[in-house]
């Protein structure tokens, strides 16, 4: 199978000193969904944007084989779209429409291919009804849906996302897994970062788990990961006085 993402020994530091990644290596074949867990502050973030080519690290990088670079960036770039984890990084368009628009344009597509496209977009986060509507003035749901629109309509095969479902009431965050399966079923690759156990287990292929030493300290299928309460423990993902399996979707059976 097609390799989709190819990391190896990917360090970044920031102007201040703090490491933000230390040595990671990763691979993820192409229609694969990994999800990335780890507790605050171990490089999940700093990934993403490293992978976008917003930041650059030292080690590689590669996307589809094809090694990111100065000259290459450009092009590898545009296979990858990134859902920033807080949505007021990705709008700044007086209007929906826009913002959505932005990408495409940029591409060089003419008027009517980006219409068809933005509409394409919106109705995949059933958002069609917004396109006239400001940005700023959505709701913290409708704008996370509006970021996801921005990055679709310019269809990347690779979609990053950083917490998708983080600040989502239940409702929202479940129609956006709804979303996230659909862009599964049609084949892209994802890469999201979550603290959200339901996500994991309803969207992951391979769960990545990072560590404080900012490098990735597990990779495994999730039942095996959510198993593994020692690895839990250790890297925060759990509290010490709860058992994974008191975990209230168990308890209260509240999801059956
Ligand atoms: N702009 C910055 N300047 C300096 N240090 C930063 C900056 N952004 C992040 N860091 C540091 O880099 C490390 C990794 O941060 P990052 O934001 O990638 O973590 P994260 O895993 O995404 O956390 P969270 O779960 O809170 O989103 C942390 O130690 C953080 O303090
Ligand atoms: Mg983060």
Do not use: W
């Not at 450009?74 to 990705?90: A, I, K, M």
């Not at 429409?97 to 591409?107: I, S, T």
């Not at 970062?193 to 999730?222: R, W």
């Amino acid at each position: 199978m097609e390799i989709a993402i190819k990391v190896t020994d990917l360090s970044f530091v920031y102007p201040d000193g703090t490491i933000g990644l230390n040595k990671v290596s990763l691979e993820i074949r192409k229609g694969q969904t990994v999800v990335i867990i780890g507790a605050n502050g171990t490089g999940k973030s700093t990934l993403l944007l490293n992978l976008m080519g917003i930041f650059k690290g030292e080690g590689e990088i590669e996307i589809f084989g094809m090694p990111m670079n100065k000259k290459s960036l450009s092009e590898v770039c545009g296979r990858l779209g990134l859902v920033f984890q807080n949505p007021d990084d990705q709008l700044f368009c007086p209007t929906v429409f826009d913002d959505v628009a932005f990408g495409p344009l940029n591409l060089g597509y003419d008027e009517e291919t980006v219409r068809q496209k933005v509409k394409r977009a919106l109705s995949s986060v059933r958002m069609e009804r917004f396109a006239e509507r400001s940005s700023h003035h959505l709701s913290f749901g409708e704008k996370k849906r509006v970021s996801i629109a921005s990055v679709l309509s310019m269809e990347p095969d690779i979609l990053l996302l950083d917490e998708p479902t983080g600040g989502l009431d239940p409702k929202s965050a479940s129609e956006l897994l709804e979303i996230l399966h659909q862009l599964k079923e049609e084949g892209k690759t994802i890469l999201t970062t979550t603290h959200d156990l339901y996500l994991i287990s309803e969207l992951a292929d391979i769960v990545f788990v990072m560590g404080e030493d900012k490098n990735i300290v597990a990779k495994d299928l999730p039942h095996i990961i959510f198993s593994n309460r020692k690895l839990l423990l250790e890297n925060n993902l759990i509290h010490k006085s709860r058992s994974l399996y008191e975990h209230p979707r168990e308890k209260y059976n509240v999801y059956q």
